[in-house]
Nanobody, 126 residues
């Protein structure tokens, strides 16, 4: 059974930083894609970024490029989302997810992901 557990959310002032973690278990993630999504109240879940588990290549939404960085620690089966220069519009519940396939054109769609964590709240005050 695949389990994804996010942590690290909280309240931060605009311009501040947070690092989210996603501890994964229950599967060999070899060539999977690990994604981060977020959902603000009244809005659809949106792609934030993703990383190829094997090669470590990361991809980002334009809205976070240059501010957010995704990394992974293979030995601990953990993926990180480092968020810098946070803005109030970054406020959302952040989810990590696993797509049981390598990165592809569909990997920016939440529908492409097979497993999800419970989410962690990030609130950025102005």
């Amino acid at each position: 059974q695949v389990q994804l557990v996010e942590s690290g959310g909280g309240l931060v002032q605009a311009g501040g930083s947070l690092r989210l973690s996603c501890a994964a278990s229950g599967r060999t993630f070899g060539s999977d894609t690990m994604g981060w999504f977020r959902q603000a109240p009244g809005k659809e879940r949106e792609f934030v970024g993703a990383i190829e588990w094997s090669g470590g290549i990361a991809y980002y939404a334009d809205s976070v490029k240059g501010r957010f960085t995704i990394s992974r620690e293979n030995a601990k089966n953990t993926v990180f989302l480092q968020m810098n220069n946070l803005k109030p519009e970054d406020t959302a519940i952040y989810f990590c997810a696993v797509q049981a396939r390598p990165w592809g054109y569909s990997a920016k769609s939440s529908a492409a992901y097979d497993y999800w964590g419970q989410g962690t709240q990030v609130t950025v005050s102005s």
